[in-house]
């Protein structure tokens, strides 16, 4: 059988190429049931998981009118320093005698300094411009001002100083330079207007005349002749005879002088707050404030009061 098997060859067994092809289909298919049946309890045997609600915050919307803290309290800062040099900066009509335009600038640059000292340079133009008056205001009419140094320059050069100084000049000569002044801030007034003009002797013998023309009898009391006023001695005749206008106005009011003296108020008293310029300086004599005796008897004027000599009012 060997032999016959060595001679004749035997022959290798067929194979069924479609049978072998479907054996492999089902061997696959055997092979995927097997995954999908532990896939599917390996699902059954491990516990879902729960996924957390994630809360996600709306995102943050910046506006662009709303300012951070810092910069809204600045801005309330700025908005209340300008309010500040519109209500008490100094105002200027270039008419009035109260200042040159040069004094006016000294002024209006220390309002500035004051008020609104980190406000925008814009802003504080704005609210300079805003202080003007009359024909301060008409100056501008050609185009506003750059700058406050543009502001500053084109005043002083409309208004100069001897155009002041001569309109100064005419109201002491006519009597009406404290026609307006309050009583109580007649000092005060005179020597402002004194520091607008040039400030040289000339000028200071004309503030003192215009003061003892309003009032002789209380420049009486400071013991010196208006013609020997210099500029370094003005501020000191001005406190004192603010000071003695103030006296003898409550003396009289006290009834302890006769009406009809040289003493006659050109305008109704203010409130009585006394000038500050009354207690700038310290007073050179000495004023007796003590009020005159009451007694009706004209033998002895000074009777009672020594210090204080009384000026001597007409007759009845």
């Known amino acids: 059988m060997s032999g016959a098997g060595t001679s ?10 479609t049978q072998s092809g479907n054996n ?11 995954i999908t049946q532990l896939t599917e309890h390996t699902i059954r045997q491990v516990p879902p998981v729960v996924v957390p609600d994630v809360v ?56 500035a300094l004051a008020f609104a000292p980190n406000c925008p340079a814009v802003a504080v133009l704005k609210v300079v411009i ?10 501008l009419a050609g185009g506003q001002p750059a700058t406050l140094e543009d502001l500053f320059l084109r005043l002083t050069s409309h208004f100069n100083v001897a155009d002041y100084e001569s309109r100064v000049h005419s109201a002491i000569d006519s009597g009406t330079l404290f026609a307006k002044i309050s009583l109580f801030s007649i000092g005060e007034y005179a020597w402002r207007v004194f520091t607008s003009l040039t400030q040289n002797d000339y000028n200071a013998v ?19 002749s208006p013609k020997n006023v210099t500029a370094a001695t003005l501020h000191d005749i001005c406190i004192r005879f603010q000071a003695q ?23 109704p008293p203010a ?4 000038a500050a310029v009354v207690t700038s300086a310290p007073v050179a004599t000495r004023v007796n404030t003590a009020r005159p005796s009451t007694s009706t008897s004209n033998a002895n004027p000074t009777s009672g009061n020594p210090s204080v000599s009384r000026p001597n009012g007409p007759t009845a």
């Open 8 to 17: 004749g060859g035997a022959r290798p067994m067929s194979i069924d190429s």
């Open 24 to 34: 492999v289909e089902a061997r696959i298919e055997a092979l995927e049931n097997i």
């Open 56 to 111: 996600i915050p709306p995102a943050v919307v910046v506006q662009a009118d709303v300012a951070p803290p810092v910069v809204a309290a600045t801005l309330v800062n700025i908005k209340g320093d300008l309010e500040s040099l519109a209500k008490y900066g100094t105002r200027f009509s270039g008419t009035d005698l109260n200042w040159s335009a040069a004094a006016w600038v000294v002024e209006a640059k220390s309002n």
């Open 130 to 139: 805003s202080l003007l008056d009359g024909k301060a205001k008409d100056a």
């Open 206 to 224: 004309r503030m003192a005349t215009a003061l003892c023309r309003f009032d002789s009898g209380s420049f009486r009391f400071i013991n010196v």
């Open 245 to 267: 206008l103030i006296i003898r106005d409550d003396t009289q009011k006290a009834g302890n002088w006769r009406s009809g003296g040289s003493f006659r108020p050109r305008n």
């Open 271 to 274: 409130a009585t707050a006394t």
